[in-house]
């Protein structure tokens, strides 16, 4: 749950000033801003909790509130689509991650995603908000639901039925 960087900065300054002195500019972007120069700790309590609700339900959302009353746009838009997809209730379980700091940034650093709300289905990470949206526009969720069996299926006594 803590970013640190590799290289303390006070070796950066004086690796700076080498470079510099050898006619080399130093970088203009801190290294800090790149991914693989940062090591990420993930305490092992808050990656088992998250290992667990990940696998509490064929397909799992981590968003901001509940599905009752999401607390955030992307949230809401996302329980919108699961809905319109046919997501069966039964196969589906939520987390609000503001109920938790732990569970807030941990599963940041979890699936390497930076933005919550977060989809899994059968324990893989699908992808936030952009992703679900996009997939759900051109057709792929619909296909990686049915897929994963995950859909509300009418029972017989159901399709035989009409509107009078």
């Not at 569970?103 to 390497?112: A, N, Q, T, W």
């Not at 009418?154 to 399709?159: F, G, H, I, L, Q």
């Amino acid at each position: 749950m803590f970013s640190r960087t590799i290289f303390p900065q006070k070796a950066l300054r004086l690796s700076s000033r080498c470079i510099a002195s050898h006619g080399f500019r130093p970088l203009a972007t801190p290294l800090s801003q790149f991914p693989s120069l940062t090591a990420r700790f993930l305490s092992t309590e808050t990656r088992a909790a998250i290992d667990k609700a990940v696998a509490s339900a064929p397909v799992v959302l981590f968003m901001k509130g509940t599905p009752e009353t999401p607390q955030c746009g992307f949230s809401r838009a996302s329980i919108q689509v699961l809905g319109l997809q046919g997501v069966d209730p039964a196969k589906f379980s939520a987390f609000n991650v503001l109920e938790d700091e732990a569970l807030r940034s941990g599963i940041k650093e979890y699936s390497d995603w930076p933005t919550i709300p977060q989809l899994y289905v059968n324990k893989n990470f699908v992808g936030g908000c952009d992703i679900l949206m996009s997939m759900h526009q051109n057709g792929e969720l619909a296909k990686l639901l049915e897929a994963e069996n995950v859909l509300v299926t009418e029972s017989p006594a159901e399709e035989g039925t009409t509107a009078k």
